[in-house]
């Protein structure tokens, strides 16, 4: 199975533009530049499209590695915080932080713990990302 998506930038780095769109077509054209990466422009970056990414394949794994613990859950609400920062003169992704909420009626809270860092780790993108994940999962 394979997934694809397109970008384009014309212009220099300061002054260019550029836009991204996938092959679904859910994005298409959607406009980037310096300052919606570096700056406070409104509108998106590659970083945010990765943690948005991340939040939405962590959530659809714990569904499934809750239901391998015998748990159901009602509604997973997930927030990823990539963060994006000079290493050494590279900017680098150096982390990502999950924080998710599940309401899910008489979940036992060992399981679900066991279920959230099981998908943690599991989840496609998590694999994808060379970076520190962590988490904070709570049962509501």
Aim: charged residues 20%; contains cysteine; proline residues 4%.
């Amino acid at each position: 199975m394979k997934r694809t998506a397109s970008a384009g930038w014309t212009g220099g780095l300061r002054d260019g533009k550029g836009s991204v769109s996938t092959g679904s077509g859910t994005l298409a054209k959607v406009p980037y530049a310096f300052g919606m990466r570096f700056g406070e422009d409104p509108g998106t970056n590659p970083e945010e499209l990765v943690a948005a990414a991340h939040a939405a394949c962590f959530s659809m794994a714990l569904s499934l590695f809750m239901a391998n613990e015998g748990l159901t859950p009602q509604q997973i609400d997930t927030t990823a915080t990539v963060s994006f920062d000079n290493v050494e003169g590279a900017w680098t992704v150096t982390s990502s932080h999950l924080e998710t909420r599940v309401k899910s009626a008489g979940a036992d809270s060992a399981k679900f713990q066991q279920a959230a860092e099981g998908a943690k780790a599991g989840c496609p993108i998590s694999r994808l990302l060379k970076t520190n994940i962590t988490l904070d999962a709570k049962l509501v």
